[in-house]
């Protein structure tokens, strides 16, 4: 059994904001910030594609549900969600799970995008395979 599966079957403890029949919210036990929280469904599926579209939904719900503990709670204004799915995406922990990641102004948390010049020719191909 996965370790977020034993966390839901509370064999592991965890700091537990929130749960309810789908979903389990609980602080990621290394604090990229303060509240770093982790949204869970409780059936394990392993990544974004395996999600369904009941899940996707009370996650994105226990989402802003957990932000809004946040905002309350530590005067949060300012968030980031991050899922990885798959390792070359950083997955480590083969169960779908949703970053909850406060920002402040003095963290070291850099997501900062390489700005390139849009190049049309390759959006032109990108889009016809997409909606081919
Ligand atoms: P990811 O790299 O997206 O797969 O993130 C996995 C996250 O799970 C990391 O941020 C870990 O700190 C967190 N994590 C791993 N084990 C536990 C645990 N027992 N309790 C809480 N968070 C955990
Ligand atoms: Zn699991």
Redesign the pocket.
């Known amino acids: 059994m996965c370790?977020f599966c034993k966390?839901i079957n509370k064999e592991?403890p965890?700091y537990t904001l929130y749960e309810n029949d789908y979903v389990f919210c609980?602080?990621?036990?290394?604090q990229?910030t303060k509240g770093h929280t982790?949204v869970v469904p409780k059936k394990h599926v392993q990544n974004i594609f395996e999600l369904d579209e009941i899940e996707a939904a009370e996650i994105m719900k226990a989402t802003v549900l957990v932000s809004n503990i946040l905002k309350e709670k530590l005067h949060v204004e300012n968030i980031n969600l991050l899922n990885?799915s798959g390792v070359l995406a950083?997955?480590?922990?083969m169960h779908f799970?949703l970053?909850v990641l406060p920002r402040y102004g003095n963290d070291e948390i850099d997501f900062h995008q390489v700005e390139h010049e849009p190049n049309f020719e390759d959006l032109d191909k990108l889009y016809a395979i997409l909606k081919a």
């Open positions: 370790v966390i592991i965890s609980f602080l990621d036990i290394s990229a982790l990885n950083g997955q480590t922990v799970h970053h």
